[in-house]
DNA sequence: TGTGAAACCAAACTGAACTCAGGTTTGCTT
DNA sequence: AAGCAAACCTGAGTTCAGTTTGGTTTCACA
């Protein structure tokens, strides 16, 4: 993901908030959203603290137009890679395939949306954090929407057994998304190894047939 | 789990610090660590503010100490669950009951220990929270490493295809917890027909067949 | 070259985490 | 029961990152 994909519609040509964004998704990522001080942001763009304030209402804002920037981008790329797959199964893997084509920039990113999802539980006390945190749980009901529609679609072809399709969609959203909580760019495994290994999982989850049950 | 799950064996009987991990544990596990007034534990408990420092040598050495009695709690549910299972399958299906097999108090220390595991990551400065988060660590493998030697034994005795024991430990991991961040006690679900959807998830993904590849 | 809007900043403010310098309670010893 | 050490607790602060205030600077465009 280069700036440009942290670039919204209303921003004027001189607007720093594209390099706001990128710094802080920097910081988040590397050290967690609390232990970056808002301030490290200001400088690594290279502005002061508080022309922040021109862009964001608060730190918390920031953070969860990145969650959204994140959310909207997974839901994009679903539905890319799906659009045009003549079969469930197929649909599938290429929808895992696609949750793990991202740029180390958005490895980031979906680290951050991981780590801080439980922020979108509780309601913001702001007006305009509480609007992208309605954003984001639209963009949450609509990727796991995503999800179970391609599954109910699946197991009305006869593609896969009957499961409930909200449940597994969750339990695959779940799974896909664990790998962020370990996954380092200089650890062993590659992301492609990673992306094959989670897909056969899911393929198994929805498709597989079980061994004997005790 | 009853307060007594959170008393240690250095405490003596005056000591709040158990009422404490309770308190924290209800407080985190409602509106999360970071939108928790540390005064409010103190205040739940009964006590001044300063009372606190008296047991915890900040807020972040209380939220680890949490996380660590939530992870020995599930090391020890594992063995107790795994020990005299004659095969690995049972064995594997006992491991994921056990899993969920949690008191509502159980339930929140595990939303809380999904929610800010990230923490672990990052060095802390203090002693106390860095032996505290150490010790997490080695809890998190540990229970990485059970869950990988039941795979091994299920591969070695033929009960499972053979995968990548580590990736697929995690991957089970990875799936079992990403229920902590939806299920609510007075949602739609009971946790019981949870376990056995995601037990049920687990022996596809470690024992299933897969269908046609493409 | 004058104007308005966008962009920016230094300094002051806020509130929650935390420290300090003691005071109080408890249980044990004699 | 008196003495005492350890454990426990508190009010009054300090600190520091995030935020607000009250402006000044920059720049596109008329």
Redesign the interface.
């Known amino acids: 993901m280069s700036i440009e994909a942290l670039t919204e519609a209303d921003d004027g040509p001189r607007s720093k908030r594209p390099a706001i964004l990128a710094a802080a998704v920097e910081c988040f990522g590397e050290?967690?959203y609390?232990?970056t001080k808002w301030s490290e942001v200001a400088d690594r763009v290279g502005i002061g603290q508080t022309a922040l304030y021109h862009y964001f209402e608060s730190k918390a804002h920031c953070l969860l137009t990145i969650m959204r920037l994140g959310l909207r981008n997974s839901d994009v790329a679903f539905r890319a890679a799906t659009a045009e797959a003549p079969d469930a199964?197929?649909a599938l893997?290429s929808a895992v395939s696609a949750a793990y084509a991202l740029s180390p920039q958005e490895v980031h990113q979906n680290?951050i949306l991981q780590?801080n999802?439980?922020?979108l539980?509780?309601k913001r006390a702001s007006a305009r954090e509480e609007a992208e945190r309605q954003a984001c749980r639209e963009l949450v009901a609509r990727i796991e929407h995503n999800w179970t529609v391609l599954l109910e679609r699946g197991m009305a072809a006869g593609?896969f057994p009957r499961?409930?399709s909200v449940?597994?969609a969750?339990?695959l959203?779940?799974?896909i998304?664990?790998?962020w909580?370990?996954y380092r760019p200089d650890g062993s495994?590659e992301l492609d190894g990673?992306s094959e290994?989670?897909a056969?999982?899911c393929?198994?989850?929805v498709?597989?047939?079980?061994?004997?049950q005790?």
Chains 1, 2 share one sequence.
Not at 207 to 212: E, L, R, V
């Open positions: 050290v967690g609390e232990a199964l197929g893997r680290r780590a999802i439980a922020l539980a509780n593609e499961h409930d449940i597994m969750r339990s959203l779940g799974l998304v664990s790998v909580r370990w495994l990673i290994f989670i056969d999982c393929l198994r989850m498709a597989g047939t079980q061994p004997a005790r």
